[in-house]
């Protein structure tokens, strides 16, 4: 099992372009998640999702779109990006959302916005 | 506002001995507790988790848990070098969200 794959790895932008960073996870996982981590920081919940098109925001979801048309794919959209979306993206994923249930982290995608 | 506290360091120990990380939450119906590692520029890593009262063991690792106090803490004993990392707290809750709040992350240095 490859687990939770992220692409790209490093990304530059311009401010006001546009991309999607990919999350894919081979786990069977129906649930995933998508974090942003700043220097220094801890990790902030941005959307998540409990099944194949189910999605809700968590802590921080302002310029950011998902959707989750499988349960392998979790894509995350930036449409108008913006400085203060440079940052560290993590994405990740459980099998379910009980208490117990551990989420398996992606190795990230390092987004600047210049 | 669901809270979660950690002190950002650097905590710094010698090898070989106990290294001491904290956290604090805010939200009383919290309800699981979860310690993350991780390495300068890798991803978190899970360590453990707890939701009982009282210490759970692992190896050199022990998580504690207070929740009338509203504190979790991990203890690292017999340090070693390789265990230089930040250590992140998150707690979770009820409604079976898979929801986590994570805290700003303790960096643990240990000394050679």
């Known amino acids: 099992n490859a687990g939770v794959t992220q692409t790209p790895k490093f990304r530059i932008l311009k401010i006001g372009q546009s991309m999607t960073l990919q999350c894919t996870q081979d786990?069977?996982?129906?649930?995933m998640y998508w974090y942003r981590q700043d220097p220094g920081m801890g990790l902030k919940l941005i959307y998540y999702?409990?099944?194949?098109?189910?999605?809700d925001k968590g802590e921080v979801p302002n310029g950011y779109n998902v959707s989750r048309s499988t349960t392998e794919d979790f894509p995350l959209r930036l449409e108008l990006a913006a400085p203060s979306q440079t940052s560290v993206y993590f994405c990740?994923?459980?099998?379910?959302?009980?208490?117990?249930?551990?989420?398996?982290f992606g190795p990230g995608t390092r987004l600047t916005v210049l | 506002q669901k809270e979660v506290e950690q002190n950002s360091g650097p905590l710094s120990v010698p090898e070989g001995a106990i290294a001491s990380l904290n956290c604090t939450y805010s939200?009383?119906?919290?309800?699981?507790f979860f310690w993350y590692r991780q390495y300068s520029g890798k991803s978190p890593e899970l360590i453990m988790f707890?939701?009982?009262?009282g210490d759970k063991e692992d190896g050199r690792f022990t998580a504690q848990l207070n929740k009338a106090s509203q504190y979790v803490s991990l203890l690292i004993r017999d340090s070693q070098p390789s265990d230089s990392a930040t250590y992140l707290c998150?707690?979770?809750?009820?409604?079976?969200?898979?929801?986590?709040?994570f805290g700003q992350g303790t960096t643990l240095q240990v000394k050679p």
């Open positions: 990740a994923s459980s099998y379910g959302g009980a208490l117990s249930d551990t989420q398996y």
């Open positions: 939200d009383r119906g919290s309800q699981s």
């Open positions: 999702s409990v099944g194949a098109g189910i999605t």
């Open positions: 707890i939701y009982s009262n």
């Open positions: 786990m069977n996982h129906n649930y």
């Open positions: 998150a707690v979770g809750f009820s409604g079976n969200t898979g929801k986590l709040i």
